[in-house]
Nanobody, 126 residues
Framework: QVQVVETGGGMVHTGGSLRLACLAS????????IGWFRRAPGKEREGVSC????????FYEDFAKGRFTISRDFGQKTVYLEMSRLNPEDTATYYC???????????????????WGKGTLVTVSS
């Protein structure tokens, strides 16, 4: 059974950093894409970043480029999202999601993901 669980959320001040982790069980990360999404209060869900394929290609939304880094520990079946220079606009619930994509080369959209975690809240105070 595929399961993804997020950890690492919390509260930080503007300019601070957080590392989120997504523990993925029941999958082989070579064949599954892991994506991070977020939903801010009153806003639509949006993509943040994803890591694809056995070569671990990484993709970022514009707002995440240069501030966020996605990586994975294959042995631990964990995908990390390192977030730095956080600002209040980054306040959101962050979700990890997985999609079976053995030949994937691009990030799936949120509605293409197969399994979702329950989310972890990130709050950035000014």
């Amino acid at each position: 059974q595929v399961q993804v669980v997020e950890t690492g959320g919390g509260m930080v001040h503007t300019g601070g950093s957080l590392r989120l982790a997504c523990l993925a069980s029941g999958i082989n990360l070579d064949y599954w894409t892991i994506g991070w999404f977020r939903r801010a209060p009153g806003k639509e869900r949006e993509g943040v970043s994803c890591i694809v394929g056995s070569d671990a290609h990484t993709f970022y939304e514009d707002f995440a480029k240069g501030r966020f880094t996605i990586s994975r520990d294959f042995g631990q079946k964990t995908v990390y999202l390192e977030m730095s220079r956080l600002n209040p606009e980054d306040t959101a619930t962050y979700y990890c999601a997985a999609r079976y994509q053995p030949h994937g080369v691009v990030c799936p959209t949120w509605n293409e993901m197969d399994s979702w975690g329950k989310g972890t809240l990130v709050t950035v105070s000014s």
